[in-house]
């Protein structure tokens, strides 16, 4: 059984859902570390 939604079958969306979903947890990490690294004061 293949479950639909919005006509593309749910197997096509969920791999890019997922790869996004990623791409948004990398791109929040690395501008925690950016804001992170401009507050320390340079020693």
């Known amino acids: 059984m293949?479950?639909?939604?919005?006509g593309v079958p749910?197997?096509?969306i969920?791999?890019?859902?997922?790869?996004a979903g990623a791409g948004?947890?990398?791109?929040r990490a690395w501008?925690?570390?950016r804001l992170r690294r401009r507050r320390e004061p340079d020693t």
Do not use: F, R, S
């Open 14 to 19: 969920l791999p890019a859902a997922t790869g």
């Open 24 to 27: 948004l947890l990398v791109a």
């Open 31 to 33: 501008i925690m570390l």
């Open 10 to 12: 749910l197997e096509e």
């Open 2 to 6: 293949i479950a639909h939604v919005g």
